[in-house]
């Protein structure tokens, strides 16, 4: 227990409004309350790791105002090492607008600000925490060029790498093959590999077209359906667990912070994908991104 993770990402504030329905182009709806959590996708993975038991090293920048003061302060309360989360003396910290409709689901408008900034030079700085880390999670909301440089750094080091190909954009080929676990869902791994995701038969081509350009293992969230798990030896769904949805913000990356955290312990794959299917169950019941990760006796008990 309590393994050494280091997460790459991105840190954001979300704003939040809940309404009955989403507006339509030109609409304006008379929404219900408004909420700011703290979010984006690197940081919701690190407080879920962090939760769930991990010692979480976050690598990210913001800016050098409220949102970005408050980021910090929000994942010190965590435990997070937050040593190499750089201000930004001249971009903004993120922001993500939210609209939450009735049934849960959202829509997200992204102001990267200073995650855009976040630099080779900024991996570079943080190499030895990565080289004492027993894994490390990256996701897409900063540069490509930096993801690349971690997941090669990683590779240098000998570490396993996770990437959450979300938002979903197309990665160049030779980036696959150095990486030991992917985690898409549906709309991502369309966007890799060109295969629409409905069920278990299509996940598992999907997963293959992974495999074939060299990822070592795959996992895709399939949503109310559970997680789909392939590799060259193994193939299974894990079924979601039941849930009253309250909102499903944030919901993949508590998935993605439980499975780091899963899988650095040594849990078998089986064992992993039920632990982070338990850990996400419990975040769509509760509002909020970061607000929503479970704690480790939280998801022990549920299971």
């Known amino acids: 227990m309590n393994k050494k993770i280091v997460v790459v990402g991105s840190s954001n504030t979300d704003l939040v409004i809940q309404t009955s329905h989403f507006p339509a182009p030109g609409e304006t709806v008379i929404g219900g309350v408004f909420n700011t959590f703290a979010g984006g996708k690197g940081a919701n993975q690190a407080v879920a790791a962090a939760r769930l038991g991990g010692l979480v090293t976050f690598v990210a920048r913001v800016g050098i105002d409220g949102f970005g003061e408050k980021a910090i302060a929000g994942l010190k309360k965590d435990h997070i090492q937050t040593d190499y989360i750089y201000q930004d003396p001249v ?30 030079q900024d991996i570079e700085g943080a190499k030895n925490r990565i080289k004492e880390a027993e894994l490390v999670l990256v996701q897409l909301e900063v540069p490509l ?24 954009i197309k990665l160049p080929d030779g980036l696959y093959r150095k990486i030991d676990l992917i985690t898409p869902n549906e709309t991502e791994a369309f966007k890799q590999v060109g295969i629409v995701v409905e069920d278990f038969e299509s996940a598992s081509e ?19 359906k559970g997680a789909f798990f392939k590799n060259s030896a193994l193939e299974f769904l894990v079924p979601a667990m ?3 949805v309250k909102d499903t913000t944030g919901a993949g990356d508590i998935f993605n912070g439980a499975l780091a955290v899963a899988l650095a312990e040594g849990m078998r794959w089986n064992e992993a994908l039920e632990f982070a299917n ?21 998801v022990e008990d549920r299971l």
């Open 91 to 120: 971009h903004p910290s993120g922001v993500a607008t939210i609209v939450l409709n009735e049934t849960g689901q959202n829509t997200i408008v992204v102001a990267p600000g200073s995650n855009n900034e976040l630099s080779v």
């Open 145 to 168: 060029q930096t993801v690349k440089y971690t997941i090669d750094l990683a590779n240098d080091l000998g570490k396993k790498v996770i990437l959450n190909p979300a938002p979903a």
């Open 206 to 224: 999907a997963a293959t077209r992974f495999l074939d350009k060299g990822v070592k293992n795959v996992v895709i969230t399939l949503g109310d």
């Open 278 to 298: 338990c850990a996400a169950s419990i975040g769509v019941g509760r509002l909020g991104a970061q607000a929503s990760a479970p704690f480790r006796k939280e």
């Open 242 to 244: 039941e849930s009253v």
